[in-house]
């Protein structure tokens, strides 16, 4: 099931609302845009902060928050269609367009109701765009209350001040995305409330590939876009005045959470990492993170914190999670929390929401524990991006406490093992220290993380050449013996190993080698007929050109 209505007791399936058609969504815009406007002129006078219906019992930190959007174009990519059907090309002069939104520690500017969220006015060139995303917004927001309760919500008062001053100080920077086709209101409570505690909190939509797909799918090339959306928003804001760029966090949402979790894999100066109820931890789900093609458990070394919902086995709300993706994340140090009686969206401002507008009730559905779940959601995140980010060492303790008062909540920490020698450090260890002690350092990785691959077959064998084309002939032979020890039946291995052995004028060896190869090409599974036929009339050459005595 691609998307859930909010309040289905199915929304386990990780979609959130997800609204495919363009046509939809612009027709509810405009359906919308008269009562957006009145809204938008009914809250101008600035009033006093933190006391926004919307945050329920949560406590303010102690920073006034201003917010903003940026539109800006990513001109690294196109977005319009260069090449439509039966027309002539026209080049994307602009690039994708992005709009980021920003919630940020401040002083001053006129106090915001939710209606300025989602309809914040777009430069012209960015019209076309703002109508998508400003449409996803508005018909989510409708759905996050009950049937003719959007006015109200629109004209509700939050805890955000636009054109406000930010502070002359550096803080960390948290991005998040949300959900599938997600919006950039969902969680805008959670972002309110960090930014009170002292962090600059941005999103952006999580859109198509393009104008002509406009909406995210499941698919590696949308969450590709999602990503590079992401790394070119942390790019812009890196260079403000009031961000500490060495202090950056990424959390998500449903498949926001995948996104995240892989923008940590490839950008290191990631510190943490939050995911919320993540679909990488559903049962037929996980592969969108383990099949992703660039995924790679050696590459995530971020704190994580795992917030989801408690295993449930009867009822419509019924859930068993499947964490073989979170245990596989040996580097990473990892807080584990569960909550119970809470459900997919509850972990975004959904869960705040049904309660304080009297949701119409759904199957066995409490808005009572969503809403103090989400509130524990709030209270926990911050206290691990403090934790984490600040170096707060009472934060730990803290988060203990808030998770030991969230609704049947939970907590497991499993500490990181060190992340594992590149091939060159093992390569050196090997040549300093001797091979036994590389070969136990291999063993050791085999017992503490035997789902991770911690010697690459092509890695070593491609470190070997190049060492060999540097005349490093000890260190190229020692990748070689790594690799095979580790790939005891690759022919190509034993073959490449004999070249290591000729580099080094070592014939003998070079010899054995080879003949090894020879020996092992008749079972190595990794070859078909002709690969194996190649491969043994290549290295019958080779032992020919050792000489007279090499057959």
């Not at 206290?383 to 600040?390: A, E, H, P, Y």
Request: proline share 7%; hydrophobic share 40%.
């Amino acid at each position: 099931m691609r998307f859930s209505f909010r309040g289905n007791s199915q929304d386990q399936s990780g979609g959130r609302c997800a609204l495919s058609l363009l046509g939809c969504l612009l027709i509810a815009a405009a359906a919308f845009l008269p009562l957006v406007s009145q809204a938008a002129r009914s809250h101008e006078q600035p009033a006093e902060p933190h006391n926004s219906p919307l945050w329920a019992n949560l406590a303010p930190g102690k920073y006034h928050v201003g917010f903003k959007y940026i539109y800006t174009f990513d001109r690294s990519r196109t977005w319009t269609i260069t090449r439509g059907y039966d027309q002539p090309f026209s080049p994307d002069l602009q690039g994708r367009p992005i709009r980021i939104s920003v919630w940020y520690p401040a002083s001053g500017g006129r106090r915001m109701t939710y209606n300025d969220y989602v309809h914040g006015g777009a430069p012209p060139l960015f019209k076309t765009y703002d109508a998508i995303v400003r449409a996803q917004d508005l018909l989510h927001s409708r759905l996050n209350v009950p049937k003719g309760s959007l006015p109200q919500f629109l004209a509700t008062p939050v805890n955000a001040y636009s054109s406000a001053a930010p502070l002359n100080q550096r803080f960390p920077l948290v991005l998040y995305c949300d959900g599938l086709d997600g919006d950039t209101v969902s969680n805008f409570v959670l972002e309110e409330y960090l930014a009170s505690n002292g962090f600059v909190v941005a999103t952006m939509p999580t859109i198509g590939p393009s104008s002509g797909s406009p909406t995210q799918n499941r698919t590696q090339p949308d969450l590709e876009a999602t990503i590079r959306d992401m790394e070119f928003v942390w790019s812009v804001l890196r260079a403000s005045p009031d961000v500490a760029p060495e202090e950056l966090a990424v959390m998500g949402h449903s498949v926001g959470a995948i996104e995240a979790v892989l923008f940590a894999m490839r950008n290191g100066d990631v510190s943490a990492v939050v995911g919320l109820d993540g679909t990488y931890g559903f049962q037929g789900a996980t592969n969108v993170l383990t099949g992703f093609y660039d995924y790679n458990p050696l590459h995530m070394g971020s704190a994580l914190l795992d917030l989801r919902r408690a295993q449930t086995n009867v009822g419509p709300s019924a859930f068993v999670p499947d964490l073989s993706a979170v245990n596989a994340l040996h580097y990473s140090p990892r807080t584990l929390v569960t909550l119970k009686g809470m459900y997919h969206t509850d972990f975004t401002t959904f869960g705040i929401l049904a309660k304080e507008f009297n949701f119409p009730p759904f199957a066995d559905r409490n808005y009572n524990v969503g809403s103090a779940g989400y509130q524990s959601v709030c209270r926990i995140v911050r206290d691990f991006l403090q934790s984490v980010l600040i170096g707060d060492s009472g934060m730990a303790s803290r988060l203990s406490a808030d998770v030991a008062s969230a609704p049947g909540g939970s907590l497991n920490r499993v500490a990181s093992i060190p992340l594992p020698p590149s091939p060159q450090q093992l390569v050196a260890i090997a040549s300093d220290r001797g091979l036994d002690a590389a070969e136990e350092i291999i063993q050791q990785y085999k017992r503490d993380a035997p789902d991770n691959v911690i010697v690459s077959e092509s890695d070593y064998n491609s470190l070997g050449y190049s060492l060999l084309a540097q005349k490093s002939f000890d260190k190229a032979i020692l990748a070689l013996l790594l690799d095979c020890y580790v790939y005891p039946g690759s022919a190509n291995l034993a073959d490449s190993l004999g070249d290591m052995y000729v580099g080094a004028g070592q014939t003998a060896k070079a010899r054995e080698a080879y003949r090894h190869a020879l020996d092992l090409l008749p079972n190595d599974s990794e070859q078909n007929v002709a690969g194996k036929e190649d491969l043994k009339q290549t290295i019958s050459q080779s032992i020919k050109g050792l000489g007279p005595d090499g057959i």
